[in-house]
Nanobody, 123 residues
Framework: QVQLVESGGGLVQPGGSLRLSCAAS????????VGWYRQAPGNQREWVAA????????NYADSVKGRFTISRDNTKNTVYLQMNSLKPEDTAVYYC????????????????WGQGTQVTVSS
């Protein structure tokens, strides 16, 4: 079993930055790919970014490419999402997902989800 706890969300002005963290318990975290998703009110949950077990390969949704950076520290069982140049359309609840795998360059989500952390971008 894996338990995930996200943190780092909050209210930020457009153009600002936040860093989200996802702390995991359970050994599976370090042997699988991990991803971030988000869900805005009235929308379906969408994939944001993911990275491989080693962190050597990352990919991003087009909407966040060049602004967000995903990384992980397997010694701390933690994955991060650095979000820069935030826009109002980035407002959403952000979720960490673990236990996923890569199929080619496509991240296939795993079975483990955190509770989410709210990010609000507004002036």
């Amino acid at each position: 079993q894996v338990q995930l706890v996200e943190s780092g969300g909050g209210l930020v002005q457009p153009g600002g930055s936040l860093r989200l963290s996802c702390a995991a318990s359970g050994s599976i975290f370090s042997i699988n790919a991990v991803g971030w998703y988000r869900q805005a009110p009235g929308n379906q949950r969408e994939w944001v970014a993911a990275l491989t077990r080693s962190g050597s390969f990352t990919n991003y949704a087009d909407s966040v490419k060049g602004r967000f950076t995903i990384s992980r520290d397997n010694t701390k069982n933690t994955v991060y999402l650095q979000m820069n140049s935030l826009k109002p359309e980035d407002t959403a609840v952000y979720y960490c997902n673990a236990g996923g795998v890569y199929i080619g360059s496509y991240y296939s989500q795993g079975d483990y989800w955190g509770q989410g952390t709210q990010v609000t971008v507004s002036s």
